[in-house]
């Protein structure tokens, strides 16, 4: 190893240099009054060069708070321009508000003890957004501004110098010094007493009987310095404190064989190795549990020769134990680790139940800011049931969509392990879950990522997760993640460690992050997925989940956007949609190489892109082996709707689109569109009679699409709660309102949807599909039919053959009974899926009445209840000849036979689970061509449906099909 030579060493403080208030009287009391300086060229600087009149918004904190952000007896409203609070401007960017008596002015009651003035700076317009100044750091305690109440007549000592900035706990800014720099302090008291200014116990200056005491303090040498200044003399008077450190140089060392990016645990859970990747910073301090969060020189990190990483093996961790920590970079940027798989959350966290989330860590209040990584070796083994999980096939695929925060009220991983048989009935055979790991705040849909590799604690601790994928698993369900890699947001670790604070962006030498998106539809910032470091994340997140989690694939949020071409100016505006939507040579090999990578990482995993690009594109990507969203929601919702110019959804079908793959996710509803229940019950035709606003005729609908949709071949997707009929707006609101700013607002769960037998009526719909999707009989079926349709007018048909099995399903989109023109691809008789009533195919053109919103789904074998049947009689023999005439039955029906030989001659008629509805015993027949006649009243008493007639001479036997109308 070596030292990095340097020619001054910086020197830190973790603190901001200006404050943005100042009082007078410098020591306030709660009985008499005090002036407050407001300067909005400090703090957050929200109000620096506003021209309209300024007000202060206050409150204070008192013995009575519960928190920092407690305020009590506030004196305005909020997002109001109240006269009473208005500021008066002063010189340059200053204003001033007195306040006459604190006590009286808050009507604090006597007995209750005031601690601090709480406050913010605001000017309001109802008509956009408020200017507001605030502490520099809106992380902090939300930003607010706060200044000690001292007691009446009790001393008190204060730093005056360096300047710290008015938080709930006074905070100093970064000071550039180096050994052999001087700070220039300065303290004062409320009352003549001793001061004295102490340096690590050493002291630096001493006043007798005085009220300020001023110093200027030489830096000797590298290390911590705390200065303190108290009253020796009088221990009941609280004195301050302000601590600096001064960074030795960097050890450079290379990175220890077998360690990775992230946290690396040793043998025995005493001791971890932490890597982060930081290119072109110069220091990276460890802050965390275990040395009381602040910098210290044990736990400076070394770098790499090549200056790309920094690394740390701390020593003396007791197994299994949690600790919490941070890395302090260059003195100045704090942020939690990109690898690690928990973090604490002070915004967040304390509104997570103990139910949710047992014994969750607390957040270190008051000795940090921002998100905490979280460590913990010999940490809780899930031992998994099911290690070698069959995904199922591509094209068989069947994916339910869920966000567990509205389908669940509970919203944890262990109650949707309760719900895994309701998706076992259905007959999915995956889920594919919303983002779940790391993002910001808990109420969101996911697409805002900030920590890749920590699962969300909103939804429950990571075990109970592996849980819910193996008990998956165990059912034969594959779990798919909706992986969020095309961008993300301010919390991000990766974002704040190379940011461009003067224009909010990335920096430009961020390694992953474009400064400014390449491409339209962009949210947060742009990933660089040209850029190696890029790749190598992608990889290392993806290949963690798919081991660590045993996840079966990902859906790939956005994946048009993994892109460098630029198709927006400099600033990332005025956006050339259809020049990002043309095909993209690059776009393509990338996807193209992380499918390559996955497929090593785990053999058969699925690659789902959200690619809505062009069709030249989407199908090179299909014949590679990747699956595609098909959003037909429009075409299905126009067609529910009845309104027929743009009711076409053959989209749906691959082989349309000309594709070689039935790699074609397509689908009528997901979490991006308006439901289509929302659409039919606001936006459906209505015509006399019949009226598709009307709920349970727009329940009737939904059942006609999804039967089309789930007759197609290829995968398919279903969004949470569609089998039911959801119908509230995808921009509910909680307040029962609807607007487009509540888009991703917690949704209402209904699973009382159950208690409307319109609603189980849909679902039974979707069932019966998938059933029939599951079915061995027709599984060939809906991986590779052959399809032919006619989806294009009011009246649709679908026709969908293999070798075996065939289906035809005809439905009437219209708003009055309309006849549909199909022809059967079989002569025969077929079978209604839902009724299990047959129908006789010529297989030539045949018309079938339906009325307004009626739909037919007719199989070539019975599958009513039954063992399934093709639609050929069953030949027992070749040797018999045997009909009946007229069939369709009739009372006057003749059954004719005709024997080779001569026997005893018995007819059997049964139902089609071979049981027996009657005996015909003709006796003994010579050779040659008989009749025989049914008992007309048996006949007569059979229901409609399907029989089988049997005719057994000398244990031979032949059997053909009845059918009664």
Known sequence: MRKTAYLFLLLFLVCRVQGQISVNPFFPTDDKGVIITYDAAKGNRGLLNHTGDVYIHTGVITDKSTSNTDWKYVTTTWNTNDAAARMVKGSGSTYQFTIPNIRTYYNVPAGETILKIAMVFRSYNPTGNALEGKASDLAVDQGNIYWDVYPSGKAAIRYTKPEFEARYKPFLGPLNLSIGSTIEIEARSNQYQKLVLQRNGNTLATVNNDTIIRHTATIPAAGEHVFIVSNPDNATVPGDTFRVYVAPPTTEAPLPAGVKEGINYETGGTAATLVLFAPGKSRVNVIGDFNNWQESLPYQMNKTPDGNYFWLRITGLTPGTEYGYQYLVDGTIKIGDPYCEKVLDPWNDPFIAATTYPNLKAYPTGKTTGIVSVLQSNAPVYNWEVTNFQRPAKEKLVIYEVLLRDFVEKHDWNTLKDSINYFKSLGVNAIHLMPFNEFEGNISWGYNPSYYFAPDKYYGPKNTLKAFIDACHKNGIAVIMDMVLNHSFGQSPMVQ??????????????????????????????????????????????????????????????????????????????????????????????????????????????????????????????????????????????????????????????????????????????????????????????????????????????????????????????????????????????????????????????????????RVQLRNVYKAMLDLRNNPYFEKLFIAGDVQQDLANATKWLRVTSDSSKIVVVGNFGTSQAPVQISFPQAGIWYELFTGEPFAATGGAQSINLPAGGYKVYLNRNLNGTTPTPVRDIETTDVFRLRMSPNPVQASSIIRYELPEAGRVQFTLMDLNGRTIGTLPVGSRAMGSHQARLDPALVGSLRKGVYLLQLTVNDKRKIIKLLVQ
């Open 497 to 758: 460690l190379y940011f461009d604070g003067a224009n909010n962006r990335p920096a430009a030498n961020n390694p992953w992050f474009n400064p400014v998106a390449k491409h339209a539809f962009n949210v947060g910032y742009d990933m660089n997925h040209e850029a190696a470091v890029t790749k190598r994340f992608f990889s290392n997140v993806c290949a963690f989940w798919l081991q660590e989690y045993k996840l079966d694939g990902f859906r790939f949020d956005l994946s048009k956007g993994f892109t460098q071409t630029k198709t927006c100016d400099d600033n990332g505006g005025n956006c050339d949609v259809n020049g990002w939507s043309a095909y993209d040579a690059s776009r393509v090999a990338i996807w193209k190489a992380y499918y390559d990578t996955l497929q090593q990482k785990a053999p058969g995993s699925y690659v789902i892109l959200e690619h809505l690009g062009v069709n030249n594109e989407e199908n090179e990507l299909s014949n590679y082996g990747m699956m595609l969203w098909g959003n037909m929601n429009y075409n299905f919702t126009e067609a529910a709707k009845g309104q027929i110019p743009n009711s076409n959804f053959s989209g749906a079908l691959h082989t349309v689109r000309n594709w070689q793959k039935p790699h074609l996710i397509s689908y009528m509803e997901s979490h991006d569109e308006e439901r289509s229940m929302v659409k039919c019950k606001t936006e459906g035709v209505s015509v006399s009679g019949y009226n598709i606003r009307d709920e349970a005729i727009a329940l009737k609908r939904n059942e006609l699409a999804a039967s089309f949709l789930l007759a197609m071949p290829g995968p398919k997707l279903i969004w949470q709660f569609g089998e039911l009929g959801y119908d509230l707006s995808i921009n509910y609101c909680p307040d029962g309102t609807v607007n487009n700013n509540c888009r991703t607002d917690p949704k209402p769960i209904r699973w009382n949807y159950y208690q409307n037998a319109n």
